[in-house]
C-alpha cells in the first residue's frame, strides 16, 4: 500500500513563496511519476505538475513560470516551491502518484491559504 | 475553467440508475483513457474507474464507465445514500502533456 502525507505551512502571504513536501510511504519511488494537484475551496482540481524519479519535471503552463517541483530520492520526498502567491492560490494541495497515465494514490490533501 | 466539460449536478431516489457525462476533445478524451474520482465531503478524491471501465480492487460492479470518440461516462446502478459526493472525470492531455479534469458533478440522492 503506498501513503502520501503532505506538509508545510497552511498559512503564507501574497507575494511570499509557497513551500511543500510529501513524504511517500513506499516500497520505491521510482518509475513513477509524483505530482501536485490543488483544488480551491468550491471548486475543480487543477493539475500543477510532475517529477518522474529521474528528475525530469512537466508543468501546466498556467503556472510553469511560478512553478518548481523537485525530488529527494533518498528521503522519498518531493516538493512543489510556488513564487508570487495571490489569493487566487488559496486551495488545498494534493500530492498524488502517477501510474500509467492516472493517478491512483493521494494524499490526504492541505490547505494553503494566501493572506497577509 | 476545466478542460473537460461535466454537467455541475445529478441526482436520483435510492435504487435508481444515474449517469454522469464527461465532454473533451481530440488531444484527450479522443486519444486517452478516462479515469473516473469519487470525492467525499473533506476528503481527497479516490480512484472509481479506469481504463475507461476497469474498477479498483474494492469499487462496487454498481459503478461502471464507458466511453464514445471525445465523450465519457459513468454510470451508478441501485443508488445508495452514501454515494452524495463529487465525481469528476479525468485523462492525460496531449497538448499539456499532463492530466486534466472536469469540473466535477455533484450528485445528490434525494
Known amino acids: 500500500q503506498v501513503q502520501l502525507q503532505e506538509s508545510g505551512p497552511g498559512l503564507v502571504k501574497p507575494s511570499e513563496t509557497l513551500s511543500l513536501t510529501c513524504t511517500v510511504s513506499?516500497?520505491?519511488?521510482?518509475?513513477?511519476?509524483w505530482t501536485w494537484i490543488r483544488q480551491p475551496p468550491g471548486k475543480a482540481l487543477e493539475w500543477i505538475g510532475y517529477?518522474?524519479?529521474?528528475?525530469?519535471?512537466t508543468y501546466n503552463p498556467s503556472l510553469k513560470s511560478r512553478v518548481t517541483v523537485s525530488l529527494d530520492r533518498s528521503k522519498k520526498q518531493f516538493s512543489l516551491t510556488l513564487n508570487s502567491v495571490t489569493a487566487a492560490d488559496t486551495a488545498v494541495y494534493y500530492c498524488?502518484?502517477?501510474?500509467?497515465?492516472?493517478?491512483?494514490?493521494w494524499g490526504q490533501g492541505t490547505l494553503v491559504t494566501v493572506s497577509s | 475553467q476545466s478542460v473537460l466539460t461535466q454537467p455541475p449536478s445529478a441526482s436520483g431516489t435510492p435504487g435508481q440508475r444515474v449517469t454522469i457525462s464527461c465532454s473533451g476533445s481530440s488531444s484527450n478524451i479522443g486519444t486517452n483513457y478516462v479515469d473516473w474520482y469519487q470525492q467525499l465531503p473533506g476528503a481527497a478524491p479516490k480512484l472509481l474507474i479506469y481504463?475507461?471501465?476497469q474498477r479498483p480492487s474494492g469499487v462496487p460492479d454498481r459503478f461502471s464507465g464507458s466511453k464514445s470518440g471525445s465523450s465519457a461516462s459513468l454510470a451508478i446502478s441501485g443508488l445508495r445514500s452514501d454515494d452524495e459526493a463529487d465525481y469528476y472525470c479525468a485523462t492525460w492531455d496531449d497538448r499539456l502533456s499532463g492530466p486534466v479534469f472536469g469540473e466535477g458533478t455533484k450528485l445528490t440522492v434525494l
Open positions: 517529477i518522474y524519479y529521474s528528475g525530469r519535471t
Open positions: 513506499a516500497d520505491s519511488i521510482s518509475s513513477y511519476f
Open positions: 498524488a502518484r502517477i501510474f500509467n497515465y492516472r493517478i491512483d494514490y
Open positions: 481504463k475507461n471501465n
